[in-house]
């Protein structure tokens, strides 16, 4: 390449020397024959000094027309140069006056802005004229300063190009000054950078908006509710924040796939949207967790209000996949400026408010209060302790006989989960089984109490009692994709004979896809096993189902026993309910039972089974062994 450059170089040197040449010859050709002329007709000697004049002349003549040839070739290469790169360059180039002239405009002026270059010519200041309406005001700041000799500029701007279309361009200015300093024009490149812009764009979106629901996530939450704190610090104003948790999402994508679950997901995003336009900013907080925004709702009972009209939102029935499918939420609710003034802090409390609402069964939406990050820290601490004690087999089987009415015989058992701390002692189910359900570690605690109960029939086969044992499922554990072949594997390496095991399954396992539920629980009885349905009565479609369900047990809620000598209301229902059960023949366990006049009144309604504080308490496997052996009761 300095070869080729050194080439060129002594090629236009020598070029020169050849033009410089040629004018000293005319120049020389010119004086001499005017010389010649003089000497022939004017003077009559010839004196060798007469040509020092005109050969001076010849020399100075020739070098300033061989230099302004010169001058003149390297402007017109200079201009077919600046032509070359600049009518050819992609980029829309221009020099205009300072009066608004154009002194220049490259032919891609048409590809960028849709006008031809005489339109530039025949129009001055027109990029004026075709800067969008948003960007006019930068546009004007923009002109003023490079018109007065400002530093060059680089901006993005849009423009409307003559078909009437937007597009974004990169708009790189400077002043043009001439040799005295004076500024002369301006020049410009303009660049089309609307396919970057799209791009920069989503990727902005993809930054800021759930990928599956399109909502803003949680990110631009945050940035929403901190614009909105530092707006409404100096003023009155208020604003509540709604954090809406669904309730057993889980169990919808263990039972139908995440594919469904996503498809409800986004079918709700679409109703919060509908709801809140206009009234609330919705963002989905991550998995099945949504937050909605509302300004100028400060009093606790309005937000209320509005949450439980998010709540009926939610109630409302989907159909998807041909599905008709219910489901419901917990709200928890924090409001500006008294729960928090930033957004980690209102968010964090309206969490820790949905949670308090979801703990409680008489309202599915809780105002957030400060006791409850003493509740979350409790929270966290206990789940933490409880994976110790699950690990270092802390969480025990005890036993509540299930009793005959009729003589007070122990005809089975329930199973029911107690923790055995070292520090505490035995910590009550009600501390724990709810952080178990809320965190999944009632799958671990599931599968730890089928196996100590069938340990547990394996001892009692052994010193001849065959007991017959009731075992709790959750309907997390119901869901589970593996669930049957646990239970397969438990039952083989403990040996035990299946037609002592009982599980006891509450109707929302139920729910969530009936056909499903069938198929487990025939797969549950060709092993061998009992089914009970656990709290009946309590749900929302306990009759319609159990004409579909292979179940041999109905375990009536305590409520029925509590109130039934008060209530003449639960007495027609257990009525009913034995009435049906008869025609059924399904077996009945009433749950409860604490006085004598009770379980009178419940022998009288044609109950026989029952458990409760008036016969026995859970107790220790020892202690079941002890009572059943005194009383030498033939199970």
Same mark, same amino acid.
């Given at each position: 390449?300095?070869?080729?450059?050194?080439?060129?170089?002594?090629?236009?040197?020598?070029?020169?020397?050849?033009?410089?040449?040629?004018?000293?010859?005319?120049?020389?050709?010119?004086?001499?024959?005017?010389?010649?002329?003089?000497?022939?007709?004017?003077?009559?000697?010839?004196?060798?000094?007469?040509?020092?004049?005109?050969?001076?002349?010849?020399?100075?003549?020739?070098?300033?027309?061989?230099?302004?040839?010169?001058?003149?070739?390297?402007?017109?290469?200079?201009?077919?140069?600046?032509?070359?790169?600049?009518?050819?360059?992609?980029?829309?180039?221009?020099?205009?006056?300072?009066?608004?002239?154009?002194?220049?405009?490259?032919?891609?002026?048409?590809?960028?802005?849709?006008?031809?270059?005489?339109?530039?010519?025949?129009?001055?200041?027109?990029?004026?004229?075709?800067?969008?309406?948003?960007?006019?005001?930068?546009?004007?700041?923009?002109?003023?300063?490079?018109?007065?000799?400002?530093?060059?500029?680089?901006?993005?701007?849009?423009?409307?190009?003559?078909?009437?279309?937007?597009?974004?361009?990169?708009?790189?200015?400077?002043?043009?000054?001439?040799?005295?300093?004076?500024?002369?024009?301006?020049?410009?490149?303009?660049?089309?950078?609307?396919?970057?812009?799209?791009?920069?764009?989503?990727?902005?979106?993809?930054?800021?908006? =759930? !990928?599956? %629901?399109?909502?803003? $996530?949680?990110?631009?939450?945050?940035?929403?509710?901190?614009?909105? #704190?530092? +707006?409404?610090?100096?003023?009155?104003?208020?604003?509540?924040?709604?954090?809406?948790?669904?309730?057993?999402?889980?169990?919808?994508?263990?039972?139908?796939?995440?594919?469904?679950?996503?498809?409800?997901?986004?079918?709700?995003?679409?109703?919060?949207?509908?709801?809140?336009?206009?009234?609330?900013?919705?963002?989905?907080?991550?998995?099945?967790?949504?937050?909605?925004?509302?300004?100028?709702?400060?009093?606790?009972?309005?937000?209320?209000?509005?949450?439980?009209?998010?709540?009926?939102?939610?109630?409302?029935?989907?159909?998807?996949?041909?599905?008709?499918?219910?489901?419901?939420?917990?709200?928890?609710?924090?409001?500006?400026?008294?729960?928090?003034? =930033? !957004?980690? %802090?209102?968010?964090? $409390?309206?969490?820790?408010?949905?949670?308090?609402?979801?703990?409680? #069964?008489? +309202?599915?939406?809780?105002?957030?209060?400060?006791?409850?990050?003493?509740?979350?820290?409790?929270?966290?601490?206990?789940?933490?302790?409880?994976?110790?004690?699950?690990?270092?087999?802390?969480?025990?089987?005890?036993?509540?006989?299930?009793?005959?009415?009729?003589?007070?015989?122990?005809?089975?058992?329930?199973?029911?989960?107690?923790?055995?701390?070292?520090?505490?002692?035995?910590?009550?189910?009600?501390?724990?089984?709810?952080?178990?359900?809320?965190?999944?570690?009632?799958?671990?605690?599931?599968?730890?109490?089928?196996?100590?109960?069938?340990?547990?029939?394996?001892?009692?086969?052994?010193?001849?009692?065959?007991?017959?044992?009731?075992?709790?499922?959750? !309907?997390?554990?119901?869901?589970?994709?593996?669930?049957?072949?646990?239970?397969?594997?438990?039952?083989?390496?403990?040996?035990?004979?299946?037609?002592?095991?009982?599980?006891?399954?509450?109707?929302?396992?139920?729910?969530?896809?009936?056909?499903?539920?069938?198929?487990?629980?025939?797969?549950?009885?060709?092993?061998?096993?009992?089914?009970?349905?656990?709290?009946?009565?309590?749900?929302?479609?306990?009759?319609?189902?159990?004409?579909?369900?292979?179940?041999?047990?109905?375990?009536?809620?305590?409520?029925?026993?509590?109130?039934?000598?008060?209530?003449?209301?639960?007495?027609?229902?257990?009525?009913?309910?034995?009435?049906?059960?008869?025609?059924?023949?399904?077996?009945?366990?009433?749950?409860?039972?604490?006085?004598?006049?009770?379980?009178?009144?419940?022998?009288?309604?044609?109950?026989?089974?029952?458990?409760?504080?008036?016969?026995?308490?859970?107790?220790?496997?020892?202690?079941?062994?002890?009572?059943?052996?005194?009383?030498?009761?033939?199970?």
């Amino acid at each position: 390449m300095l070869v080729d450059n050194d080439v060129t170089q002594s090629r236009d040197k020598g070029s020169e020397l050849q033009i410089y040449l040629k004018y000293f010859i005319f120049a020389a050709l010119a004086i001499g024959i005017v010389v010649f002329i003089q000497l022939g007709f004017i003077l009559k000697t010839f004196k060798p000094y007469y040509l020092i004049v005109p050969v001076i002349l010849a020399l100075a003549l020739g070098f300033l027309f061989g230099h302004v040839s010169i001058l003149r070739n390297r402007l017109a290469h200079k201009n077919q140069l600046f032509l070359a790169v600049a009518d050819f360059a992609q980029e829309f180039t221009y020099y205009r006056l300072l009066d608004g002239r154009y002194e220049y405009a490259s032919p891609s002026c048409f590809d960028l802005t849709g006008y031809t270059c005489d339109e530039f010519y025949q129009s001055p200041n027109l990029m004026d004229k075709l800067i969008h309406p948003d960007d006019v005001e930068v546009w004007g700041k923009h002109i003023h300063k490079i018109n007065n000799a400002g530093q060059p500029d680089n901006l993005d701007l849009r423009l409307i190009t003559k078909d009437g279309k937007t597009i974004w361009f990169s708009h790189i200015c400077g002043s043009v000054f001439s040799a005295d300093g004076k500024q002369v024009g301006v020049r410009s490149t303009n660049i089309n950078i609307t396919d970057r812009k799209k791009t920069e764009q989503r990727i902005e979106h993809m930054a800021y908006y =759930d !990928s599956l %629901t399109d909502l803003p $996530n949680r990110g631009s939450l945050s940035k929403h509710v901190d614009e909105l #704190t530092k +707006s409404h610090a100096a003023g009155n104003e208020r604003f509540a924040l709604l954090f809406l948790d669904l309730d057993r999402f889980k169990n919808i994508n263990d039972s139908f796939h995440h594919e469904f679950g996503d498809h409800l997901l986004v079918e709700l995003a679409q109703r919060l949207k509908r709801c809140c336009k206009g009234r609330g900013f919705v963002a989905r907080f991550g998995g099945d967790e949504f937050v909605v925004v509302v300004e100028n709702l400060g009093d606790p009972a309005a937000a209320i209000s509005y949450a439980q009209e998010l709540v009926e939102l939610v109630e409302q029935p989907f159909v998807i996949s041909n599905k008709e499918l219910y489901i419901s939420g917990g709200i928890g609710i924090s409001l500006f400026p008294y729960d928090g003034q =930033d !957004s980690a %802090t209102l968010i964090r $409390n309206a969490d820790a408010a949905m949670y308090r609402a979801k703990k409680e #069964t008489h +309202s599915c939406i809780s105002l957030y209060s400060k006791d409850l990050i003493e509740d979350a820290t409790a929270f966290i601490t206990t789940e933490s302790r409880i994976r110790q004690g699950l690990s270092n087999g802390e969480f025990i089987p005890y036993f509540q006989p299930k009793v005959s009415m009729k003589d007070g015989s122990i005809i089975g058992v329930e199973a029911l989960a107690r923790w055995q701390t070292q520090d505490r002692g035995m910590v009550p189910p009600d501390e724990f089984i709810y952080i178990m359900e809320e965190t999944g570690l009632i799958l671990p605690l599931g599968s730890s109490m089928l196996e100590a109960v069938c340990k547990q029939i394996g001892k009692w086969s052994k010193q001849g009692l065959s007991i017959p044992v009731a075992v709790n499922i959750s !309907s997390k554990q119901f869901a589970h994709p593996r669930f049957i072949n646990v239970v397969k594997q438990v039952i083989e390496e403990y040996n035990v004979n299946p037609n002592l095991i009982e599980f006891e399954i509450t109707e929302q396992a139920f729910l969530e896809d009936l056909t499903s539920a069938v198929d487990m629980l025939l797969q549950l009885k060709e092993l061998g096993l009992s089914i009970a349905v656990d709290d009946f009565g309590t749900g929302y479609s306990s009759l319609s189902y159990l004409k579909h369900l292979p179940v041999d047990t109905l375990k009536i809620d305590r409520s029925f026993a509590a109130d039934i000598l008060n209530d003449s209301r639960d007495v027609a229902i257990l009525k009913a309910i034995m009435s049906l059960c008869n025609d059924l023949e399904l077996k009945t366990v009433v749950e409860g039972v604490e006085t004598q006049e009770q379980a009178k009144l419940l022998l009288q309604l044609g109950c026989t089974v029952a458990q409760g504080f008036l016969y026995y308490e859970a107790i220790s496997a020892e202690e079941l062994t002890e009572i059943i052996s005194r009383k030498n009761i033939d199970t």
